[in-house]
Nanobody, 124 residues
Framework: QVQLVESGGGLVQAGGSLRLSCAAS????????MGWFRQAPGKEREFVAA????????YFADSVKGRSTISRDNAKNTVTLQMNSLKPEDTAIYYC?????????????????WGQGTQVTVSS
């Protein structure tokens, strides 16, 4: 089992930036891919970004592509999501998740372990 703890959320003005971090413990961190998802009030949880076990593959949702980056540090067991040019529609609870294997995927069902989430609020 993997335990995940997110940090870095908060309130930011439109056009600003946030850096979300996720610390993992449990299974060997380099043995699985990591993803970020988000859920806005009244909406389904949706994919944001994912990174394979060694960072060799990265995927982004169209809604954040070009203004977000995802990285991981296998020595520190952390994954980071940098979001720039934030928009009010980015407001949501952001969750990091650990995949079942080393391959990055955009599918919620492929992620076994989830953090408790961190709130991101973007004001207009």
């Amino acid at each position: 089992q993997v335990q995940l703890v997110e940090s870095g959320g908060g309130l930011v003005q439109a056009g600003g930036s946030l850096r979300l971090s996720c610390a993992a413990s449990g299974r060997t961190f380099s043995s699985y891919a990591m993803g970020w998802f988000r859920q806005a009030p009244g909406k389904e949880r949706e994919f944001v970004a994912a990174i394979s076990w060694n960072g060799g593959r990265r995927y982004f949702a169209d809604s954040v592509k070009g203004r977000s980056t995802i990285s991981r540090d296998n020595a520190k067991n952390t994954v980071t999501l940098q979001m720039n040019s934030l928009k009010p529609e980015d407001t949501a609870i952001y969750y990091c998740a650990a995949a079942q294997n080393e391959y990055a995927t955009m599918l919620t069902r492929d992620y076994k372990s989830w953090g408790q989430g961190t709130q991101v609020t973007v004001s207009s």
